[in-house]
């Protein structure tokens, strides 16, 4: 599991502006995080932007009062030379839709075609002319890491990620905790179900909790809950990120857990082996050496030795 | 100055989200860098996005084929409820303009005018604010562009010309004719203040024929008058004439310089701002004083848990949050070393 937040977008296509050709002039995004890209590098290149719709459709360029170079463009038809650019290549699926789309209405301009981060394997990189940097699959980006139907497999924090964290004051495990569990301010409304919410709110609020959750029609697979009798306990027991990572290790095919605390988001990435963002600083946490990871690799290897070795059986008692 | 990334601009819609009203379905950028903001919070809220010009003409909507938006709908006019977004006020002209011109179109859709960042003035032209600044401010996204830039220090190698100077002996013709034929990287709209690069003098003549052919415009231009090609060039004196020059201008509110290294060594010699443009970070003497008394203070529980880590006794410590602490100690330790040195060569220059 990798991850490029937007500051990784930004930065790299500062530092691989000199890579688009010199008589490029007019940057095509791809919709709809295509258009964002492109315009982080219209921004960069100084150069005009438009979406492929604008483009296609050829309605006039609205330059912004910004643009320096007398740029004699006014329809994006009468550039030269068009830079088509998305943000991420997986597939190659919405890449291949928009040069067809392109071919369909007879484009006489060349066209380049750019992605940011691309997968690096010969089915996307033949589908592009320039790459910015590599980005090997599976991977997440914070433009849509909230809203890709992988969520159903990912563990998602509920206070910090879904709604805001309590203050001290309503954090007294008594009713002021009850009345902010019923109205807190949800932060983002995730658009495919969540497969797993593992939060260290404790079980008796859980009806609190599930009512939350259904009045903002959050769709999930399970509520994991901690099961202490109350919050004095938890802190005493320092058990939340322990929990936390507990639950994770224990789900195999979860491959990414969403936590809202940065030194939380560490620590369970330590104990679990697997990879945690923490959502609030945009901060990736891979799996470094911990025993934690070097058992699950161990297990691994375990079960793929026990594979070969129960097929080499089979094949010598087949052939005697 | 009050200066925002792109990446502060992401976590500031991200913490704002909630403000905007459910019933929101369309986000409309203006052109420019309304089309930025527009298009982070419209993947933030998951609704479509559309530009101004589309969403009077009632252009067709796309959107790509990963994701599940939350409406499906061709046309913008189906929206109900549309969300006008800019990524800041200075004067609310902009706002305005775009507001004359959808009623202009006879558009009855309930609007909501949002903006990410406002000073003090001209708040009432947007309904919504997500971050109010003290001007006068800068972002990532328009520094080039902002009438700003007239008082800054701008470094050119990095920023403008792509050709970065070398410490290997080379042959100055071929140095010069690939001056002349670089590409520029950004052109900015307004006239800099003060160039600053580290070309020597010697090339003078060049650099200031590339600056006029590509249309930049400028206050200033100071080279170092040793060192480069065929010179001494160390980091260390580069540091030095570029603080020097920073300091000759105590009105400038920010030096812009491309590498991370250098722009914190400029910020330690002057005490001012200076922004490292690759990294998007800034530099302020507020910043580096808190970083230095954090060290200090975490440096016995640092040696502790290291000496407990060693003991394998707490297997909760991460080890290499402990190394990246080493490294930057080390690298503190390496300015230490530098700063003594310079001035030696400082003297040895006058």
């Known amino acids: ?320 | 100055m009050e200066y925002r990334s792109l990446s502060d601009m992401g976590k500031t819609i991200t913490l704002n989200t909630h403000k905007i009203p459910p019933s929101v379905d369309l986000v409309v950028g203006i052109p420019g860098s309304g089309m930025l903001a527009g298009s982070l919070i419209a993947l933030s809220l998951n609704t479509l996005a559309a530009d101004l010009q589309g969403f009077i003409e009632n252009r067709t909507l796309r959107h790509g084929f990963t994701r599940n938006t939350k409406t499906f709908y061709s046309s913008p006019r189906e929206a109900r409820h549309v969300l006008l977004v800019n990524d800041a006020i200075v004067s609310g002209h902009t706002m305005q303009k775009a507001r004359e011109k959808i009623s202009a179109a006879g558009i009855e859709q309930i609007i909501t005018a949002c903006v990410v960042y406002a000073g003090h003035e001209h708040t009432e032209n947007a309904d919504l604010i997500f971050e109010q600044l003290r001007p006068p401010f800068a972002f990532e996204w328009s520094l080039m562009y902002s009438p700003l830039l007239q008082d800054c220090c701008v470094d050119i190698d990095g920023l403008f010309l792509d050709i970065p100077l070398t410490n290997d002996v080379e042959d100055r013709q071929a140095r010069m004719r690939s001056i002349r034929d670089a590409r520029p990287l950004t052109v900015p709209s307004q006239p800099a203040g003060v160039l600053v690069t580290d070309y020597p003098e010697t090339f003078r003549h060049e650099i200031e024929t590339w600056l006029d052919k590509h249309n930049i415009r400028y206050r200033k231009l100071h080279m170092p008058e040793h060192g480069g090609v065929n010179g001494i060039r160390r980091s260390g004196h580069l540091a030095t004439f570029k603080s020097r020059v920073y300091q000759d201008y105590p009105e400038a509110p920010l030096f812009i310089e491309s590498s991370s290294d250098l722009a914190r060594t400029i910020a330690l010699q002057t005490g001012r701002k200076v922004l490292s443009y690759m990294d998007q970070e800034i530099f302020t003497p507020e910043y580096l004083r808190a970083m230095a008394t954090k060290q200090i203070r975490s440096l016995p529980s640092r040696i502790l848990r290291k000496m407990s880590q060693l003991a394998f006794r707490d297997p909760l410590a991460p080890p290499h949050q402990l190394a990246g602490a080493e490294q930057i100690n080390s690298k503190k330790q390496s300015h230490g070393a530098s700063l003594p040195d310079l001035k030696v060569n400082d003297n040895h220059n006058k």
């Open chain 1, 1 to 320: 599991m990798d991850y490029r937040s937007l500051d990784d977008l930004s930065r790299t296509i500062l530092k691989n502006r000199h890579r688009v050709p010199q008589d490029v002039d007019l940057i095509v995004g791809i919709p709809r995080s295509g258009v964002f890209a492109a315009n982080i590098m219209g921004l960069a290149l100084n150069l005009p932007v438009t979406d492929l719709d604008g483009f296609v459709q050829n309605t006039a360029l609205l330059l912004p009062y910004r643009i320096a170079i007398p740029s004699a463009l006014t329809y994006p038809r009468e550039a030269k030379h068009v830079l088509l650019v998305d943000d991420t290549i997986h597939s190659g699926k919405s890449m291949d839709h928009a040069r067809e789309l392109l071919k369909k209405v007879q484009v006489d301009q060349k066209i380049t075609t750019c992605a940011v981060f691309a997968n690096p394997k010969p089915k996307s990189l033949t589908r592009i002319n320039i790459l910015f940097d590599a980005l090997p699959s599976p991977a997440v980006l914070e433009w849509n890491v909230l809203h890709r139907d992988k969520l159903e497999q990912f563990c998602v924090d509920i206070d910090g990620v879904l709604c805001r964290n309590p203050t001290r004051q309503e954090d007294d495990d008594g009713p002021e905790y009850r009345l902010f569990l019923e109205n807190a301010t949800p932060l983002t409304f995730p658009t495919y179900k969540v497969g797993y919410l593992v939060t260290s709110r404790l079980e008796k609020y859980r009806k609190d909790t599930e009512a939350w959750l259904q009045r903002y029609n959050v769709a999930y697979n399970e509520l994991i809950m901690l099961d202490l009798p109350d919050k004095a306990t938890r802190v005493r027991m320092n058990a939340s990120s322990r929990f936390k990572a507990c639950v994770y290790k224990g789900l195999p095919h979860s491959d990414l857990f969403i936590e809202s605390e940065r030194k939380e988001a560490h620590i369970i990435s330590r104990l679990s082996g697997k990879a945690v963002l923490c959502y609030s600083s945009q901060t990736f946490f891979a799996p470094t050496w911990s025993p934690a990871l070097v058992e699950l690799k161990t297990r691994k290897m375990a079960g793929w030795l026990a594979k070969r070795g129960r097929r080499a059986i089979a094949r010598f008692i087949n052939t005697k």
